[in-house]
């Protein structure tokens, strides 16, 4: 029975090691990125995307402010664009 | 915000990058982390840019890895956006981080915004944090967001259509729904 615990052990400590080496041998571009920030924040927009309905707030998109903010490419055009609104009004959910 | 606008980058040199500040730990909304997330981003289009990949080498040497000071962000992250035609940063739920945090944030994007035509910003939140915004940008585009009566009746369809137990109502509680609902929603 010892003998099979020091076993199964062994066993996990081998499956550990394998993993640490793994990570190891990661590429360096993995860990610069990791070492960057650990937040995923694709993760989130990943479940948002799925609980979006596509068509709602679509008029946004429509708005002049919006529009000169995407497309003008000279410089006379205010860079920052904030949409503001109640919680629960779906600010998250634009498409 | 974030898709439609990756929709039209498709293609050209436009990078397109988000942020949400909703469900961040208080620790894990550093502004180091947050703007490393950015960064982070930024980065994962092709090739690492040398200045990262410079940084990276020289934290490791001097502290074992020690993470990027707010200021070497700051410049690294001006220089990776001036390598491209245009980026969108896009931060979702900007009034759910801390005070604290969220003037960092602002601040550091003032200054990586100043003296960079190809940047622009994309915040949402409640309308309260706009006094913050002025006070480090000075201006700002509004717009604000109320649901439309056509976004409630297409968000309600589509609830119901998801029903898990559609058998449990009738017509005319279907009815009464679709017309109350956004009655009352468009009054509020």
Not at chain 1, 35 to 57: F, K, M, N, Y
Not at chain 2, 16 to 37: K, P, R, W
Not at chain 2, 116 to 129: D, E, Q, V
Request: glycine content about 6%; charged content about 30%.
């Amino acid at each position: 029975m010892a003998t099979g615990n020091v076993n199964s052990f062994n066993v996990l400590t081998n499956h550990n090691n394998i993993v640490n080496f793994i990570t190891e041998i990661d590429t360096e571009e993995h860990q610069i990125l990791q070492w960057l920030s650990p937040l995923e924040p694709q993760r989130r927009h990943q479940a948002v995307r799925t609980g979006r309905l596509d068509s709602i707030g679509n008029w946004i998109l429509e708005t002049t402010q919006f529009r000169e903010w995407s497309d003008r490419e000279d410089g006379y055009v205010e860079p920052l664009l904030f949409c503001c609104g109640s919680p629960g009004v779906g600010k998250t959910y634009l498409r | 915000m974030i898709d439609r606008l990756c929709d039209q980058a498709e293609g050209k040199d436009i990078a397109v990058v988000g942020l949400y500040c909703d469900f961040l730990s208080h620790q894990e909304q550093s502004i180091t982390n947050m703007l490393g997330a950015i960064l982070k981003q930024l980065s994962r289009r092709g090739e690492i840019p040398k200045d990262i990949r410079e940084a990276f080498q020289k934290a490791r040497e001097e502290f074992g890895g020690r993470g990027l000071q707010l200021s070497d962000l700051v410049e690294i992250m001006k220089k990776v956006i001036a390598s491209l035609s245009r980026v969108f940063i896009c931060i979702d739920a900007l009034d759910e981080s801390t005070p604290q945090h969220r003037q960092e944030l602002l601040q550091s994007l003032q200054e990586i915004v100043r003296g960079s035509r190809n940047t622009r910003i994309f915040l949402t939140g409640r309308p309260h944090i706009e006094d913050e915004i002025m006070g480090s940008f000075g201006k700002v585009v509004r717009i604000p967001l109320s649901p439309t009566r056509d976004d409630i009746e297409s968000y309600l369809e589509m609830k119901l259509s998801r029903d898990t137990d559609p058998y449990a109502m009738d017509d005319e509680l279907r009815a009464d729904i679709m017309r109350v609902i956004p009655e009352k929603t468009s009054k509020m």
